[in-house]
């Protein structure tokens, strides 16, 4: 009794085989009970698992052999394609589709780039394309197995070749120090002729505001002397205006002798306050 209870841990599945032959049956984490001597079990694991693949060679595009240290593989076997996958691929089903398939997709993408490809320029996009390539086979041959990402190390290259790297990371740094400074002083210059401008436009705004204000007086002052300038006319032609009356009054008096002075008296009494009202009138309308 002691070999045919069992126990699945937490996050597995039971599998059982009788007799060599795979059976469908399929056990939740917990005990369990098998037949002793004819059944046996393993336990396979149904989370997220990591699987590491070490000390990976190929060779580059032009011919530099590099390794990569060490490639993680996260993935997951699905619980409800357990039996078909164990069926088709055994207990090891990982090492047909991540350990050796690792190796073939690196060796792919090494082979078709450059030294400088793998190690810099494309290097980001290796972990997502050994990712897309793994998930594209298992979806076709072994649909229960789920790749969730792939993490990759950054390869070791012969020590010559490193020194040649470290050295242009060296030129590309200072080159890249020089052009952000070389910026730096555009942006000052910038702000500088901006703030010139904005100086320059407030001056032009003030001139003409003064400019305007000296208008506005000298068309005051104009206005100004042109109203004096009439009035002064006004006033020197109301006196010539009287100057010519008193003369023509003085011009038409007669002597008369006789019945007839008083009326003569009265016609001129009436000419001079005819006189004297033009005179008024005239000086009212200037």
């Known amino acids: 009794m002691k070999t045919a209870v069992h126990q699945i841990p937490e996050g597995h599945v039971g599998v059982y085989w009788r007799g060599g032959m795979l059976l469908q049956r399929i056990t939740t984490p917990g005990i369990h009970v098998r037949l002793p001597l004819i059944d046996t079990f393993e336990a396979i694991q149904t989370t997220m698992q990591t699987d590491k693949v070490m000390d990976i060679l190929c060779g580059t595009k032009g011919g530099v052999t590099i390794v990569f240290d060490k490639i993680e593989v996260v993935n997951r076997l699905k619980r409800d394609h357990v039996y078909e996958t164990i069926r088709d691929y055994g207990v090891h089903y990982d090492r047909t589709w991540i350990y050796d398939k690792i190796h073939h997709e690196i060796n792919q993408f090494c082979s078709s780039h450059t030294l400088e490809e793998v190690y810099i320029s494309k290097f980001d996009q290796v972990d997502e394309r050994i990712k897309d390539a793994l998930q594209a086979d298992c979806d076709r041959y072994a649909p229960g197995i789920e790749i969730i990402a792939v993490r990759v190390t950054k390869p070791s290259i012969p020590d010559s070749v490193s020194a040649n790297y470290v050295a242009m990371e060296v030129e590309r740094t200072k080159a890249l120090v020089a052009l952000e400074r070389q910026r730096v002083m555009e942006r000052e210059a910038e702000a500088e002729r901006v703030k010139a401008l904005a100086q320059a436009q407030r001056s032009a705004e003030t001139s003409a505001i003064r400019m305007q204000q000296l208008l506005a007086e000298q068309e005051a002052a104009r206005r100004q002397a042109a109203i004096e300038d009439a009035m002064f006319l006004d006033r020197q032609r109301a006196l010539a205006d009287a100057e010519h009356y008193r003369r023509a009054l003085t011009n038409n008096t007669k002597i008369f002798f006789g019945d007839r002075l008083p009326s003569l008296l009265l016609d001129t009494r009436a000419a ?15």
């Open 272 to 286: 001079l306050r005819g006189a004297f009202v033009d005179f008024a009138s005239a000086q009212r309308q200037s």
